[in-house]
């Protein structure tokens, strides 16, 4: 037999045990040919173009974890920035872009259909601002569509005009969704530093530089470092790091082959694998786990975020030697509402907002799906969303913020989405003002270590 | 493989060309439905040929005619068992084989499903999966 008793075993055991799956394969479209003067025109040539490219995307996608044992939980498409496409458009025409997107992603049976983008980071176009306007009305009306909005980064500094409008925005987007705990906000990522490959919603968008058409792949994999981690005791840091590296080489090797069989099966080329460890709802399968697994007695604890700096940086070497085109996100996402371990931390009073930030400082990609106060004002919003930035910016990495103020809900209360969204605690905020900071206006300049030139 | 209006486009325009006067739109439709069947089958045949082999991975509680019924059922599907290697650990059954399909007029999921009702008949789990990946985690 060509492979060992143990490695057809440990396969096995990864896929069917320790909820070894891939996250996401998500098809990047360029949809810049679509743009039209008239709205009709372009919304038919955005359901064509889409159908076309993706139409048996989740058939073949099925198809292949057939083949290989290995489950994809989400398919996905991303697409150009919309307000790049339809810059001379108005908020009405927007959301008729917004409504063809979700009506085809409802059609081809995938998932989400991420790219109702603007990239502000320098300033607004008239388009762009439109269709910013336009988010709380789409999120609301749709289902599957994701929105972001880039609103800093290193070259460019941090558009604080724009962190304040999209803070309105977030808000706004809560009150309009307030039925369902506010789950608008939860396809709302607001970004510095944004990555144009990125396949994980709500980010993703097929970005300018991007080819006609690609396809990422997004790995998954906690439950499998978990469990080697927790099998080998109490070894030191490097043979720890070791250990890690050897399981994520394994999970990325195979999320490059079923990326590349997807994209082959879909005849188009393949983009990247994001080898970012992203966590499920599901027991097991958490990036909080595992920090405990390192030897914190929970996350929150001093030395939370050197371990997850370390976990980090062990993930990215392991992926960057297994697979020849990494790229995206690439760090270990650590979602509130998605990861069992974090929502428990929570609830306990262990993790505070303030700590979740300094983690964001070391990992990808940010505060993420964190649900606070609905009365939760928006300078405040931004006043966070600042603090996230200024991280991403002057560290030169991408963060994100995707927050959801749940309206009419207060600490001790949840949101609930169910899925892959799974539930979050109200974290509390801390009450003092940032209202004269962050209503200054303008811009914060672009840090030193944007002029590398 | 999945046909763009180009491809089909250009199948049109050398159909015509080949066929110069005789053109007509049947002879046309007939000529481009055959060269979209020959395009279509040599990925396939190509996607084939590394896909040939399959790990079948069956552990549970040792009963007796686990193995024969298994190999009865890939006999009949016309797989080529190319390694096996089986033990019993405790009471526990595990069986690993290395099959060849390609000769078999079932594919993998045909399997798969053939292989379900097996695994349901002897209370064990019978796990079909493509060679390349065990390829892929294990070698470099």
């Known amino acids: ?13 990864m ?46 996608a099925q198809e292949i974890e057939r083949r290989y044992g290995i489950s994809i939980a989400n398919k996905r498409v991303s697409v150009t920035p919309i307000s790049i496409i ?49 988010i709380p009305k789409a999120l609301s ?45 939860a396809k709302l990522v607001v970004f510095c530093n944004a990555v144009e490959d990125n396949p994980f919603v709500a980010g993703a968008f097929h970005g300018i530089s991007e080819p006609e058409v690609t396809l990422n792949v997004g790995i998954s994999g906690p439950g499998v470092v978990l469990d080697a981690i927790k099998n080998a005791g109490g070894i030191d840091f490097q043979k720890l790091s070791e250990l890690i590296k050897k399981t994520m080489f394994k999970i990325t090797r195979a999320g490059e082959l079923i990326g590349r069989k ?50 980090n940086d062990a993930v990215k070497k392991a992926g960057l030697m297994a697979s020849s085109s990494v790229g995206g996100m690439s760090g270990a996402f650590i979602p509130v509402s998605e990861d069992a371990g974090m929502i428990r931390a929570v609830e306990k009073g262990h993790l505070s907002l303030e700590k979740l930030e300094a983690m964001t400082a070391v990992c990808s990609v940010g505060l993420d799906m964190v649900a606070v106060p609905g009365n939760t004002s928006a300078e405040t919003l931004a006043g966070i969303m600042a603090d996230e930035f200024a991280i991403g910016m002057i560290n030169d990495k991408t963060t994100a913020v995707r927050i959801i103020p749940a309206v009419g809900k207060s600490v001790g209360d949840y949101v609930d989405y169910g899925g892959l969204l799974g539930r979050a605690p109200i974290m509390p905020v801390r009450e003092l003002s940032s209202k004269a900071f962050v209503l200054r206006g303008g811009k914060i300049p672009a840090p030193i270590r944007s002029l590398t030139n | 493989m999945k046909l763009t209006e180009d491809k089909i486009r250009e199948l049109s325009i050398q159909a015509i060309s080949e066929l110069g006067s005789n053109a007509s739109p049947d002879a046309v439709k007939k000529l481009v439905e055959e060269k979209i069947r020959s395009s279509n089958d040599f990925p396939e045949g190509e996607m084939n040929l590394s896909s040939g082999r399959v790990i079948l991975t069956s552990f549970g509680l040792n009963t007796t005619g686990i193995v024969s019924s298994i190999s009865a059922a890939l006999s009949e599907a016309q797989c080529d068992i190319l390694d096996i290697s089986q033990k019993i650990m405790q009471e526990f059954f595990t069986m690993i084989m290395m099959i060849d399909i390609t000769n078999s007029p079932k594919d993998i999921k045909d399997l798969q499903e053939i292989m379900k009702s097996i695994a349901e008949r002897l209370k064990v789990k019978i796990y079909l999966q493509h060679e390349d990946v065990f390829r892929f985690m294990h070698r470099i």
């Open chain 1, 262 to 311: 997807v994209a082959e099966k879909n005849n188009v080329p393949f983009g990247i694998v994001d080898i970012s460890l992203a966590p499920t709802p599901a027991e097991g399968d958490s990036i909080a786990d595992i920090l405990i697994a390192m030897g914190v007695e929970d996350v929150g604890a001093p030395g939370t975020t050197a371990a997850l700096a370390m976990l």
């Open chain 1, 141 to 185: 009306q749709t289902q599957k569509v994701c929105s972001s909005v880039n609103v800093a980064s290193t070259k460019a500094g941090i558009n604080m005009d724009a962190v304040n409008l999209m803070s309105n925005i977030i808000k706004e987007t809560a009150e309009k969704t307030k039925e369902r705990d506010s789950v608008g906000c």
């Open chain 1, 1 to 13: 037999m060509p492979y060992e008793f143990d490695e057809i075993l440990e396969t096995i055991k």
């Open chain 1, 15 to 60: 896929t069917e045990i320790e909820h070894f799956d891939i996250r996401t394969v998500t098809m990047g479209i360029s949809l810049r040919d679509c743009a039209d003067r008239n709205i009709s025109i372009t919304t038919q040539k955005i359901y064509e173009k889409i159908l076309r490219y993706a139409g048996n995307h989740v058939k073949n």
């Open chain 1, 86 to 134: 339809g810059d001379a458009f108005g908020q009405e025409e927007f959301l008729k872009i917004a409504e063809t997107l979700d009506k085809v992603a409802t059609e081809i049976g995938i998932d989400y259909i991420a790219g109702y983008s603007a990239l502000v980071q320098k300033g607004f176009t008239k388009g762009e601002l439109e269709l910013i306007k336009s």
